[in-house]
């Protein structure tokens, strides 16, 4: 199976709300509520921002949420600060005792 | 508070084997499903395996199948993944993760560097 598909970059200045999104196909993410979001600082371990499609685990601030609609999910960064500026990855269950990640997004705070 | 420290890593020639190691605390390590991530230089992430909380049973990434084995030794609260065949294109910091709720994984630890290099 291909890895699910990111935008390389996004961009947003503080205060405002970008999305990102993450496209598969009906056997992963249009199959499954199995998707996940990741953040990724430079040097540091990845944080799981969201699990579910939209469920926030404790501990990460409302600005994020996520969605699914098809073959494709989101994530929404609202409010935008300048920590939030990371690499982050889509994760979604593939079936068959499979776990596919997106090839990661930028974002960037201007 | 959870903590996952991954060891082992280093450099090794292509067709050579590694064993990494995964050292698990701050929760019952015995309660959860474990798993292996890498991530190649410049690359995105790629899962490679899973566990169950009990060891018994494990999914592999195709790309991985029959040359890595993921075990646990849960009296020792350590993840390992033993490595064997390795190619160049295994080259990356793997990353052992915490499973959560339905394929997600809500703690990492920092990676261990694997390079296959002749």
């Known amino acids: 199976q291909s890895a699910l598909t990111q935008p390389p970059s996004a961009s947003g200045s503080p205060g405002q709300s970008v999305t990102i999104s993450c496209t598969g196909t009906?056997?992963?993410?249009?199959?499954?509520?199995?998707v996940s979001w990741y953040q990724e600082h430079p040097g540091k371990a990845p944080k799981l921002m969201i699990y579910?499609?939209?469920e926030r685990p404790s501990g990460v601030p409302d600005r994020f949420s996520g969605s699914k609609s098809g073959n494709t999910a989101s994530l929404t960064v609202s409010g935008l600060q300048t920590e939030d500026e990371a690499d982050y990855y889509c994760?979604?269950?593939?079936?068959?005792?499979?776990?596919?990640f997106g090839g990661g997004t930028k974002l960037t705070v201007l | 508070q959870v903590q996952l420290v991954e060891s082992g890593g280093g450099v090794v020639q292509p067709g050579g084997s590694l064993r990494l190691s995964c050292a698990a605390s701050?929760?019952?390590?015995?309660?959860?499903?474990m798993h292996w991530v890498r991530q190649a230089p410049g690359k995105g992430l790629e899962w490679v395996a899973f566990?169950?909380?009990?060891?018994?049973?494990?999914y592999y990434a195709d790309s991985v199948k029959g040359r890595f084995t993921i075990s646990r030794d849960n009296s020792k609260n350590t993840l390992y993944l033993q490595m064997n065949s390795l190619r160049p294109e295994d080259t990356a910091v793997y990353y052992c993760?915490?499973?959560?709720?339905?394929?997600?994984?809500?703690?990492w630890g920092r990676g261990t560097l694997v390079t296959v290099s002749s």
């Open positions: 993760a915490k499973g959560f709720s339905n394929w997600s994984l809500d703690n």
């Open positions: 701050g929760f019952i390590f015995n309660n959860y499903a």
């Open positions: 566990i169950r909380y009990d060891g018994i049973t494990k």
């Open positions: 009906s056997s992963d993410v249009g199959g499954y509520d199995y």
């Open positions: 579910e499609v939209s």
């Open positions: 994760s979604s269950y593939a079936g068959s005792n499979n776990l596919l």
